[in-house]
Nanobody, 115 residues
Framework: QIQFVESGGGVVQPGGSLRLSCIVS????????LGWYRQAPGKQRERVAF???????NYTDFVKGRFTISRDTTRNAVLLQMKNLEPEDTAVYYC?????????WGQGTQVTVSS
């Protein structure tokens, strides 16, 4: 059974940074495209970025240049380094399949950007 366990969220001021981690189990980590998604209050869940097994990545326009997605093969984890955070980045962040979220969602991790 595929499982995603997200962590690393918190409360930061605008301009701050956070690094999110998602431990992935129950799937062939080395051959699976993985992605980060987020859901802000009152809004639909949206994809933020995804990373291929090769390490190449794609980002949505609103995070380009601020977020970096990567894979840690030693821990079967997908990471999201976020910098220059803005209040609009406030959301619950989740990981799942990178092309389409085909599996059950984890509990997510809350990111709040506020002064």
């Amino acid at each position: 059974q595929i499982q995603f366990v997200e962590s690393g969220g918190g409360v930061v001021q605008p301009g701050g940074s956070l690094r999110l981690s998602c431990i992935v189990s129950g799937v062939s980590f080395s051959s699976t495209v993985l992605g980060w998604y987020r859901q802000a209050p009152g809004k639909q869940r949206e994809r933020v970025a995804f990373v291929r097994p090769t390490g190449s990545a794609n980002y949505t326009d609103f995070v380009k240049g601020r977020f970096t997605i990567s894979r840690d093969t030693t821990r079967n984890a997908v990471l999201l380094q976020m910098k220059n955070l803005e209040p609009e980045d406030t959301a619950v962040y989740y990981c799942n399949g990178g092309i389409s979220p085909s599996w059950n969602w984890g509990q997510g991790t809350q990111v709040t950007v506020s002064s």
